[in-house]
T-cell receptor
Framework: KAGVTQTPRYLIKTRGQQVTLSCSPISGHRSVSWYQQTPGQGLQFLFEYFSETQRNKGNFPGRFSGRQFSNSRSEMNVSTLELGDSALYLC?????????????FGPGTRLTVL | AQSVTQPDIHITVSEGASLELRCNYSYGATPYLFWYVQSPGQGLQLLLKYFSGDTLVQGIKGFEAEFKRSQSSFNLRKPSVHWSDAAEYFCAVGAVPWGKLQFGAGTQVVVTP
C-alpha cells in the first residue's frame, strides 16, 4: 500500500504571498491531520479533516485553512505569509473511525518564507 | 489540558550500548501513547503505541516501551543501539478528539562508534 504523499516537498515563497500544500492519504483512510514543525515550537497540530469536514482545529490564526475532497485528499492553505510560517508541514492520515486509529505521516513539505 | 514532557533534549550513546528515552505525560483520562522517530529530512515513523492491556509494548526496530500509570511515564528502550538509530524521537499522546496528537519536544539521539 502506498504511504502518505505530500506535494510539493520544498517550497520557497516571499512574505505576503499565499501557498497551497497538498496531501494524499493512504488508500482507505478518511482522516487527514496537519501539523507544523518548527525548531522553536516543535510539532503543533493545525487541524483535522474527516469526510470533508473539519473535525478539530489547533490554535493557529485564520490565515491557516484547509479542506478535504471527496477522495480524502486534503489541501492546506496559508495566506499572507509571514517569516514565522517557515516550517516543515506534515500531513498524517488514519482510518478515522476508531479511537485507536494510528496516524501515519508523510515526508512533509518544507516551506521557506523569505 | 494534556501535555507531554521529554526531559532529555539530547542524548549521546555508544553503538552497542543500551538506550532509554524518557517521556512523561499529563492527561485526564486513559492516555493513548505513541513513540515516533524522525530521521533528518523525513517525516515521522511510528515505532510503537500503547492503548490498553499489557504495559510493556514491543515495537519495530527492536524498541520497546513500558507504560507506568503511577509515574505517568512511557519510556522507550532499546537494548543495543545501532548507528542507524541516530535520529530524533518524539513521544506523543492522543487527545480527544482523536485526530490530534500532542507531541513532546523530542530527544535527539547521537550514536558514537
Amino acid at each position: 500500500k502506498a504511504g502518505v504523499t505530500q506535494t510539493p516537498r520544498y517550497l520557497i515563497k516571499t512574505r505576503g504571498q499565499q501557498v497551497t500544500l497538498s496531501c494524499s492519504p493512504i488508500s482507505g483512510h478518511r482522516s487527514v491531520s496537519w501539523y507544523q514543525q518548527t525548531p522553536g515550537q516543535g510539532l503543533q497540530f493545525l487541524f483535522e479533516y474527516f469526510s470533508e469536514t473539519q473535525r478539530n482545529k489547533g490554535n493557529f490564526p485564520g490565515r491557516f485553512s484547509g479542506r478535504q475532497f471527496s477522495n480524502s485528499r486534503s489541501e492546506m492553505n496559508v495566506s499572507t505569509l509571514e517569516l514565522g510560517d517557515s516550517a516543515l508541514y506534515l500531513c498524517a492520515s488514519r482510518l478515522g473511525t476508531g479511537q485507536t486509529d494510528t496516524q501515519y505521516f508523510g515526508p512533509g513539505t518544507r516551506l521557506t518564507v523569505l | 489540558a494534556q501535555s507531554v514532557t521529554q526531559p532529555d533534549i539530547h542524548i549521546t550513546v555508544s553503538e552497542g550500548a543500551s538506550l532509554e528515552l524518557r517521556c512523561n505525560y499529563s492527561y485526564g483520562a486513559t492516555p493513548y501513547l505513541f513513540w515516533y522517530v524522525q530521521s533528518p529530512g523525513q517525516g515521522l515513523q511510528l515505532l510503537l503505541k500503547y492503548f490498553s492491556g499489557d504495559t510493556l509494548v514491543q515495537g519495530i526496530k527492536g524498541f520497546e516501551a513500558e507504560f507506568k500509570r503511577s509515574q505517568s511515564s512511557f519510556n522507550l528502550r532499546k537494548p543495543s543501539v545501532h548507528w542507524s538509530d541516530a535520529a530524533e524521537y518524539f513521544c506523543a499522546v492522543g487527545a480527544v478528539p482523536w485526530g490530534k496528537l500532542q507531541f513532546g519536544a523530542g530527544t535527539q539521539v547521537v550514536v558514537t562508534p
